[in-house]
Nanobody
Framework: EVQLQASGGGSVQAGDSLRLSCTYSGYRFDDYTIGWFRQAPGKEREGVSCISRGDGNTYYEDSVKGRFTISSDKNMNTVYLQMNRLKPEDTAVYYC?????????????????????WGQGTQVTVSS
């Protein structure tokens, strides 16, 4: 069973930066994708960014393009989400999740249904 643990959230001012980390274990092949999602109070969970282990492709939701950067340390089985120029609307609980690539290919990289394992969330609060 795949296990994921997200960390790095906090409370910051608008314009500040945070780096989230997602450490995962339990899968020994390379055909998977790690995604970051977020859920603000009263809103649905939405995809933010993801990275494919196999080909290294990265994907970003439009509102974070140019501000967030996803990267991975394959040796450490860790995926990072560097979040710069944070805005109050980035406030949410951030989750990382694991998907087999054939699921993301069929359902989409930001479809919640693609992801079969989820970590606990980490709170990000951005004040103006």
């Amino acid at each position: 069973e795949v296990q994921l643990q997200a960390s790095g959230g906090g409370s910051v001012q608008a314009g500040d930066s945070l780096r989230l980390s997602c450490t995962y274990s339990g899968y020994r092949f390379d055909d998977y994708t790690i995604g970051w999602f977020r859920q603000a109070p009263g809103k649905e969970r939405e995809g933010v960014s993801c990275i494919s282990r196999g080909d290294g492709n990265t994907y970003y939701e439009d509102s974070v393009k140019g501000r967030f950067t996803i990267s991975s340390d394959k040796n450490m089985n860790t995926v990072y989400l560097q979040m710069n120029r944070l805005k109050p609307e980035d406030t949410a609980v951030y989750y990382c999740a694991f998907s087999i690539d054939k699921a993301t290919k069929v359902l989409g990289v930001f479809s919640l249904d693609s992801y079969s394992y989820w970590g606990q969330g980490t709170q990000v609060t951005v004040s103006s």
